[in-house]
């Protein structure tokens, strides 16, 4: 016996702009494709998809039952959310076979400490949010750790090929492609007063100088003259 959680829906005919009154009806309009199945518009629950949506994660296997038919094992493939209020607008199940390895996307989840960025004022820059893998239904994991307390310089960076995975699972991302390192702090340089604008200071008295030296041989001139 199946101990999945399992989702209950019902067929759905509206489509379309209409879905918008259904979503004020609290029904959650959604869709459910993949393996051989002819995609189907489907509906649910609104607050019964928030609740599932507590304890579990994007890509998370459960058991969906249309109707009165036999429920069949599925992917939370994708939510589609509101810009702003964040709640799901539109859900799509995939329907996964359970004997054939799957391609999905699977998110990597920080953590610990870096001492590049603790101690020595770095920022910390995640350069993936998630890399691409293949495996069985059965084995997907929800997210993939990645231990950032290698990170002790600003010269260290952690690559795809760090990521440590269950047995089972294949990482398709290229194993050199970097995911994280630490950024130095941003240092600002005060300006400093040179030789240059000391001269242009000293320059800036110059004219006078000139003008000076000339009248006086103006004046001379004029002495000649008489």
């Known amino acids: 016996m199946s101990t999945r959680p399992v989702v209950t829906a019902e067929p759905r005919e509206v489509v379309g702009k209409k879905v918008s009154n259904l979503?004020?009806?609290?029904?959650?309009?959604?869709?459910?494709?993949?393996?051989?199945?002819?995609?189907?518009?489907?509906?649910?629950?609104?607050?019964?998809?928030?609740?599932?949506?507590?304890?579990?994660?994007?890509?998370?296997?459960?058991?969906?039952?249309v109707g009165k038919a036999k429920a069949t094992p599925v992917l939370l493939h994708s939510i589609h959310e509101h810009p702003v209020r964040r709640n799901p607008m539109h859900v799509d199940f995939l329907v996964v076979s359970m004997t054939e390895a799957i391609t999905v996307d699977v998110p990597i989840n920080y953590m610990g400490d870096s001492s590049a960025a603790d101690k020595l004022g770095g920022t910390l820059l995640h350069m993936r949010e998630s890399v691409s893998i293949s495996s069985l239904a059965t084995a997907l994991p929800s997210a993939i750790d990645l231990d950032i307390s290698p990170?002790?310089?600003?010269?260290?960076?952690?690559?795809?090929?760090?990521?440590v995975v269950p047995e089972g699972v294949v990482i398709l991302t290229d194993p050199e492609e970097p995911l994280a390192?630490?950024?130095?702090?941003?240092?600002?340089?005060?300006?400093v007063v040179g030789a240059e604008e000391e001269g242009i200071e000293e320059g800036a008295e110059t004219p006078e100088g000139e003008a000076a030296e000339g009248g006086e041989a103006a004046e001379g001139g004029d002495e000649d003259a008489d």
Do not use: C, W
Request: hydrophobic share 35%.
């Open 181 to 191: 390192r630490v950024q130095p702090p941003r240092v600002e340089e005060e300006p």
């Open 151 to 163: 990170l002790d310089s600003f010269e260290a960076v952690l690559h795809v090929r760090d990521l």
């Open 23 to 65: 979503r004020r009806e609290g029904i959650l309009p959604a869709v459910v494709y993949g393996s051989g199945h002819e995609s189907r518009n489907i509906q649910l629950d609104a607050r019964e998809f928030d609740v599932l949506m507590r304890h579990t994660t994007r890509n998370t296997l459960v058991d969906l039952k």
